[in-house]
Each structure stands twice: as structure tokens, then as C-alpha cells.
């Protein structure tokens, strides 16, 4: 009950992509887990170890127990949700591959488990009760509808229907606050940094630049 509140309400954080893994046959029993945030320079805490700060990413050991990973800054409001395991999907695989011996020796090990998502993006607020940072805030958007955003920027252009954008890519250009005379040669922009960057994370950095301050 409590991990689900933590869930409900810690909505300045965010999962960007899940990692595929693999189990003790095909690989270690490490996985790399990649923390962002705005502002950068945060603290980083795992099981109440500091770990290393934002932007950091490290691996940490497969385990079916549950991990907690806590991001924190002067000035900001301090974040932490669970790192919760799951089994790795090519566990099952293990049993083809290594028969039944090798899958129950990844679940005794660990090494059958993985943390997802496997990436964070934490918005911190500041502690004065100001909203986070609208750059902060364009980046969250960008990572929390990536894939609707993906989806529309690609889409190919109707000639019977003039200037058309889809309702996420309009959401992005309002928290832009692009004027409604330049929307046109921003949208363009997003189509190029929709096809050049890769991650969500690359994709919300490119998009961050476009914003009208």
C-alpha cells in the first residue's frame, strides 16, 4: 500500500526506459541503473548509501529484494521511490539454454532479477514551495509522452488537412510557450530532433533548447 502512494505521488519522478538484462548464463549479476535529474549535481542514495551524484550512472547487484533509491539537493525536496525487482526476462530463456540446473542457480543467486525501469528522471522541487523549473518541467513532459510524441512528430503530413498537430505534440508547444506565429518552424525542429536523437532522455535535452523564455 505504501509503494503504491510512493508511486501516486512522487510524480516528479520518472521512468525513461527499461533495461533488458540478462541472467547469470548469458551475463553477470549486475545490471547498470542510470539516474538523471533538474537541477543536476543531486545526491544520490541507495539503501541509504550515497552513490554518487546526478547525472550517474552505475551497476548494482541483481537481487529479488527491493532497493530504495533517494535523490537530494539543498534547496530542493528531497525524492525517493522503491527500486523494485522483477525477474529478468531471459530467466526463462536460461532453462533452454541451461536447463533447469542453470535457471534454479540464477534464482538462488539473484542474478535472475533485475530493477525496473532501469532509468530515472527526478524533477525536485524547490523546498520554498516555487514550482520546479519550467526547463525541468519541458523535460518531464518530453519523457512522460515520448512515445505519443514519437508517433505524431513521425506521422507523414496530410495535404488535405493544413498545418495539423497531435494533441502531445500541442501540449509540448504550450509548455514551450511557443507563440502561435512560430509554431510551425518548431514543430519542424522536433521532427529533426524526433529522427537524430535516440533515448527520451536525448530527445528532452534537444527539446529543452527550443523553449521560449
Do not use: W
Not at 123 to 129: E, R, S, V
Request: glycine share 8%; hydrophobic share 35%.
Amino acid at each position: 500500500m505504501r509503494t503504491t502512494k510512493q508511486f501516486k505521488t512522487a510524480l516528479s519522478i520518472v521512468s525513461v526506459c527499461f533495461l533488458v538484462g540478462c541472467a547469470s548464463i548469458i551475463s553477470s549479476g549486475k545490471q547498470t541503473v542510470t539516474i538523471a535529474s533538474d537541477p543536476e549535481d543531486a545526491v544520490i542514495h541507495i539503501d541509504g548509501i550515497q552513490v554518487g551524484k546526478t547525472p550517474s550512472t552505475f551497476p548494482i547487484e541483481r537481487s529479488r529484494i527491493q532497493k530504495t533509491l533517494s535523490v537530494s539537493k539543498d534547496g530542493y525536496e528531497s525524492q525517493t521511490v522503491p527500486l523494485q525487482s522483477s525477474i529478468n526476462p531471459v530467466f526463462f530463456g536460461n532453462i533452454v539454454s541451461g536447463g533447469l540446473y542453470g535457471s534454479t542457480t540464477d534464482a538462488i543467486s539473484g542474478a535472475a532479477y533485475e530493477y525496473r525501469p532501469g532509468y530515472f528522471f527526478v524533477l525536485l522541487k524547490p523546498a520554498n514551495g516555487e514550482a520546479p523549473s519550467n526547463t525541468g518541467q519541458i523535460k518531464m513532459y518530453t519523457i512522460q509522452n515520448y512515445a505519443n510524441l514519437l508517433k505524431e512528430l513521425r506521422l507523414k503530413p496530410n495535404p488535405r488537412v493544413k498545418n495539423k498537430i497531435g494533441p502531445t505534440t500541442e501540449g509540448l508547444l504550450n509548455v514551450l510557450k511557443i507563440p502561435e506565429g512560430e509554431r510551425d518552424s518548431v514543430v519542424k525542429q522536433l521532427k529533426i530532433f524526433s529522427e537524430n536523437n535516440k533515448t527520451a532522455l536525448e530527445f528532452s535535452i534537444k527539446v529543452a533548447t527550443l523553449e521560449n523564455k
